[in-house]
């Protein structure tokens, strides 16, 4: 089971995985004018952000370029959320996980006190966790959509489909 929300798409394209690696290289750089930001090597790529669009939760787009069976190439893209994200969550969830332990050591002296305060705690975790993981969906979806439309020999194949 996938705690994280990573997503992973399968693009296509009839170009050779050489010819292909050079097309991204050369949308990919370091300046303003580059619409992507990262790396690309002859077997893959890694895409930080993109340039004209700022997220904080923007994915970080990682494909392998692979030889089809039939011919043309693969690209396995494989979407996760930057490291600064998962490290915020895990600080989030932690503090949320102590109010929870304070509220039950608090009722374990008092059997008094009400349980109910734990939906405090619980509900912020589980919307927060939610608003994190639709957001990063809906980046997700951009980024692939923005990456098919930039390098015109990519193809998606089945561009609203995303699989864990």
């Not at 991204?24 to 930001?37: E, I, K, M, N, Y």
């Not at 050591?105 to 912020?124: I, Q």
């Not at 939610?130 to 923005?146: I, P």
Request: no cysteine.
């Amino acid at each position: 089971m996938n705690l994280l929300p990573v997503r992973v798409v399968l693009l296509t394209a009839d170009l050779a995985p050489g010819a292909l690696a050079d097309l991204l290289r050369g949308l990919v750089g370091d300046g303003p004018a580059a619409p992507f930001t990262g790396a690309v090597a002859p077997d893959g790529f890694v895409i930080a952000r993109m340039n004209e669009y700022r997220s904080t939760i923007m994915p970080l787009l990682r494909g392998t370029i692979r030889v089809k069976a039939d011919g043309g190439t693969g690209v396995d893209l494989r979407l996760r959320p930057p490291g600064t994200i998962i490290v915020f969550m895990g600080i989030w969830l932690a503090f949320l996980a102590a109010v929870a332990a304070v509220i039950g050591l608090a009722h374990a002296r008092d059997t008094g006190r009400s349980l109910l305060w734990l939906l405090v705690p619980a509900g912020l975790g589980a919307f927060s966790w939610f608003l994190m993981t639709a957001v990063f969906t809906a980046d997700a979806r951009w980024a692939v959509q923005h990456l098919v439309e930039s390098v015109p020999a990519l193809h998606a194949t089945d561009p609203g489909e995303f699989r864990n």
